[in-house]
């Protein structure tokens, strides 16, 4: 094993190579933010939907289609392996990957344990992840978002059950939807 003296100013940007690389793959042109922040707020805003028509014990049927866009979320980034794996990126992967199966197991399979709780806690799981990988690639952008989304999990433990979906649908647009379409924005103009 070879080993490389680096400069102290070299060390830094070495350091400084990865998060960049880390934050590019993260932001990538806002893809994935933008496909969450559809289809996560779609989901609430049916679950809304059913129930205020009184279909309250079938208003969880709308979700049935994330672990689906999940799949297909893993499977379209596993084919893109034509990009260089770094440290953050593994981490920043394996945060988001880890955080969307306990929120799965967490909504599909304790949700008649936790609840009216169940959004507060998935919008606290959402906030911790999205606050870490923020700092992680030194985004403010996420940073701030998942903060929004830690403060809305303490609000939604004071929101009546029946408007929690609408709560969360309207978080999910403010700090998944629209930062997506920052990304994108900012993306498009520096390929231009």
Same mark, same amino acid.
């Given at each position: 094993m070879k080993t490389t003296n680096f400069t102290p100013d070299e060390s830094f940007k070495l350091i400084e190579s990865v998060i960049q690389q880390a934050k590019n793959r993260f932001e990538e042109n806002g893809a994935a933010f933008i496909l969450w922040g559809i289809a996560v707020p779609l989901c609430c805003f049916g679950q809304a939907y059913l129930i205020s028509i009184g279909k309250g014990s079938i208003s969880w049927y709308p979700y049935m289609i994330l672990p689906l866009i999940s799949i297909i979320s893993f499977v379209y980034y596993a084919k893109k392996k034509n990009q260089t794996r770094n440290p953050l990126a593994l981490i920043s992967s394996h945060l988001w990957l880890f955080t969307g199966m306990n929120i799965m197991i967490i909504a599909f399979g304790f949700n008649s344990y936790l609840q009216s709780n169940l959004t507060s806690i998935i919008l606290l799981l959402l906030g911790i992840a999205t606050a870490v990988a923020g700092s992680f690639i030194r985004s403010s952008l996420l940073l701030y978002c998942g903060l929004i989304l830690n403060a809305s999990a303490y609000v939604t433990f004071f929101i009546p059950w029946k408007h929690q979906p609408l709560f969360m649908g309207i !978080?999910?647009? #403010?700090?998944? #939807? !629209?930062?997506?379409i920052l990304l994108r924005m900012k993306h498009q103009k520096q390929d231009v």
């Open positions: !978080i999910a647009v #403010l700090t998944f #939807l !629209i930062p997506g």
